[in-house]
């Protein structure tokens, strides 16, 4: 897989939080995953490795030995992974078929559904919920090109947003981040080479 995507916190018309990425690597939907990311949080630029892999999140500085396991919550890979696998069940409603375009020379079917964005949300809310939180306007619209033949997704966006009241958190190098809160999030994956043998995706040992 290959994309891009985005996220920001804003507090009235500041972001004391927001970051970008470019990402590409090994997927097996709906959660094993090995990946290189480049991001720019805040403003400065990371180069990260990650390894989802039974539900467990590991990341790395890109030209370290050492993996670590990030604060539940605070994954980015999970942030991207999270809203792609949950497409089915009561997650998921009013899907229309928008067109079938072709992808590489073959058909594909393009849908446009509406999903449930607290759910999708449900892991970065985690990390800022407090007892009073409250959460309003929760939005989400989603996107996926499936081949006519074989069903295969070839590519899926995803865009979010939720407001919260209540949120007091602070992230690591992070201002306090307080009060009324709105998030916005975009996603935007590419998958090809569909079947091909990878390499396995096992969990790399953490620490020292």
Do not use: C
């Not at 690597?25 to 290189?36: F, V």
């Not at 890979?77 to 067109?99: A, F, H, Q, T, Y």
């Not at 958190?169 to 080479?193: C, E, T």
Request: hydrophobic fraction near 40%; charge should be negative; proline fraction near 6%.
């Amino acid at each position: 897989m290959d994309g891009t995507g985005s996220m920001a916190m804003k507090t009235g018309q500041a972001i004391p939080f927001s970051y970008a990425f470019t990402v590409s690597g090994d997927a097996m939907l709906p959660h094993d995953s090995r990946t290189n990311m480049q991001m720019v949080v805040n403003g400065v630029s990371l180069k990260i490795e990650t390894i989802t892999v039974a539900g467990k999140d590991y990341a790395r500085s890109a030209g370290s030995a050492i993996w670590i396991e990030p604060v539940s919550g605070a994954s980015p890979i999970k942030s991207i992974l999270g809203p792609l696998s949950k497409v089915d069940g009561p997650v998921v409603r009013n899907v229309v078929e928008v067109d079938r375009p072709e992808i590489d020379g073959r058909k594909t079917r393009h849908l446009r559904y509406e999903g449930d964005a607290t759910t999708l949300f449900e892991d970065v809310l985690e990390v800022t919920r407090t007892a009073s939180v409250s959460v309003s306007n929760p939005r989400s619209v989603g996107e996926l090109w499936i081949r006519v033949d074989n069903t295969q997704i070839v590519r899926q966006l995803v865009t979010l947003s939720i407001d919260l009241d209540g949120v007091d958190v602070q992230l690591a190098g992070m201002p306090r981040i307080a009060g009324r809160v709105s998030m916005d999030m975009s996603i935007d994956l590419h998958f090809s080479r569909h079947g091909e043998a990878i390499p396995q995706i096992t969990a790399p040992p953490t620490g020292p």
